[in-house]
């Protein structure tokens, strides 16, 4: 079966990074698109970037220039830096993956989700 596992999240100061990453089994996330996205509290789930299986990456708009996502295929795992942090990214950020077609930004073509982990950017 498919496994996503995330880790990395954490409490920081606005302006600092954090390091997410998300370990894939039972899937090869270089075969097709992987994912984050994120929830904060009282709100809809929001699409953050994608990066496909010809290493294409795409971020969404209130991200871009701050957030760099990639895989390390030898292990199997999706990472996301986060930089100069905001307190308007808290939130859960979780790891997808699409077993299928390209990649796109809508949240019901992912068909695996991991547990999401929690980052806290305080002011």
């Known amino acids: 079966q498919v496994q996503l596992v995330e880790s990395g999240g954490g409490s920081v100061q606005a302006g600092g990074s954090l390091r997410l990453s998300c370990a894939v089994s039972g899937y090869t996330a270089s075969r097709s698109c992987m994912g984050w996205f994120r929830q904060a509290a009282g709100k809809q789930r929001e699409w953050v970037s994608y990066?496909?299986?010809?290493?294409?990456?795409v971020y969404a708009v209130s991200v871009k220039g701050r957030f760099i996502i990639s895989r390390d295929n030898a292990k199997n795992t999706l990472h996301l830096q986060m930089n100069s942090l905001k307190p308007e990214d808290t939130a859960t950020y979780y790891c997808?993956?699409?077993?299928?077609?390209?990649?796109?930004?809508?949240?019901?073509?992912?068909?695996?989700w991991g547990q999401g982990t929690q980052v806290t950017v305080s002011s």
């Open positions: 990066i496909s299986r010809s290493d294409i990456t």
């Open positions: 997808a993956a699409r077993s299928g077609g390209n990649c796109d930004s809508l949240e019901y073509s992912y068909n695996y």
